[in-house]
């Protein structure tokens, strides 16, 4: 069984940074497309960042592209969000999340099979 577990969440001043990860167990951790979502309180869950089962491609959402930066690491099934620049309006659950059927990622949330736990990112102003 594929398990998800998301770390490296915390509370950081505007202006900072953090990088958060994502441990994937399993042996096929290289077969997942892989993505971050993020969701605040009272809102839906939003797409952040997506990377391809290789890591030759990578997605943002709009709002957030140069800020933030997804990478992984297949030799140790792990993925990660470094978070630059960072805004009150970026405080939200983050939780990444595993495709198994696509090799590049998507921005729809149904796409994915499995889920961590989410680790909360706080930004006081």
């Known amino acids: 069984q594929v398990q998800l577990v998301d770390s490296g969440g915390g509370l950081v001043q505007a202006g900072g940074s953090l990088r958060i990860s994502c441990a994937v167990s399993?042996?096929?951790?290289?077969?997942?497309?892989m993505a971050w979502f993020r969701q605040a309180p009272g809102k839906e869950r939003e797409f952040v960042a997506g990377?391809?089962?290789?890591?030759?491609?990578?997605y943002y959402t709009d709002s957030l592209t140069g800020r933030f930066a997804i990478s992984r690491d297949n030799a140790k099934n792990t993925v990660y969000l470094q978070m630059n620049g960072l805004k009150p309006e970026d405080t939200a659950v983050y939780y990444c999340?595993?495709?198994?059927?696509?090799?590049?990622?998507?921005?729809?949330?149904?796409?994915?099979?499995?889920w961590g736990q989410g680790t909360q990112v706080t930004v006081s102003s």
């Open positions: 990377i391809s089962r290789n890591g030759g491609t990578k």
């Open positions: 399993g042996r096929t951790f290289s077969s997942y497309a």
């Open positions: 999340a595993a495709d198994r059927d696509s090799s590049s990622s998507s921005s729809v949330r149904s796409e994915y099979d499995y």
